[in-house]
């Protein structure tokens, strides 16, 4: 097995993620093969699909408001965080622990890291359909049958550190947690 770091120009709102992908590998010299797989963050799907938010242009509400200070956020976002996440646990300074489209998560998977001053990064809208796309759009442009995993890096309650975590996954069938 080989794993290759594809670098990118950075990513734009309603950027062609394959064209952006197919242009960096050729650049590389890197060519897809059958059972390749990639791996895409999901702040570069974030990116090309705009999920961007300016947290001054959020108006929170009583409840954000609240969340925020039980646990020292800014009230914006918190109601990001309401808006976002499926159910809400608890949490800690600076982290509310969320559930989000199944996976247990700090903020929602709302993150500020790799983005602009006074703006946050939402995970992927439908990050399972577009893992799929992706997929299909490549096998259409090359003719290669590859996997695509779109992952994250994620807080693990109690745990010291990040571990990663796959949002979606096409073109094969992932190992499951079943603990």
């Known amino acids: 097995m080989r ?14 993620l394959v064209d952006v992908i197919l242009k960096s590998l050729k650049e590389q010299h890197l060519e ?36 925020a200070q039980h646990f020292s956020l800014q009230p914006q976002f918190a109601e990001l965080i309401l808006l976002e996440a499926d159910k809400i646990y608890g949490g800690v300074e600076k982290a509310v622990l969320t559930l989000k489209n199944g996976i247990l998560t700090a903020n929602a998977g709302i993150d500020n890291k790799n983005a602009p001053v006074d703006w946050v990064v939402l995970w992927p809208k439908a990050a399972q359909e577009c893992s799929r796309d992706l997929r299909e759009e490549i096998m259409r442009k090359t003719g290669k049958c ?8 994620g807080l693990a309650p109690l745990r010291r550190g990040t571990r990663g ?9 992932p190992v499951r947690d079943k603990r």
């Open 3 to 16: 794993l290759y770091a594809v670098k990118t120009r950075l990513v734009k709102a309603g950027d062609s």
């Open 32 to 67: 897809l093969e059958d059972k390749d797989i990639l791996a895409l963050t999901s702040k570069i799907i974030a990116y090309a699909e705009n999920r961007l938010v300016k947290l001054s242009e959020v108006n929170p509400s009583g409840k954000a408001s609240e969340l």
């Open 146 to 153: 590859v996997g695509v995993l779109i992952v994250d890096s």
């Open 165 to 173: 975590l796959t949002l979606a996954v096409a073109g094969f069938k």
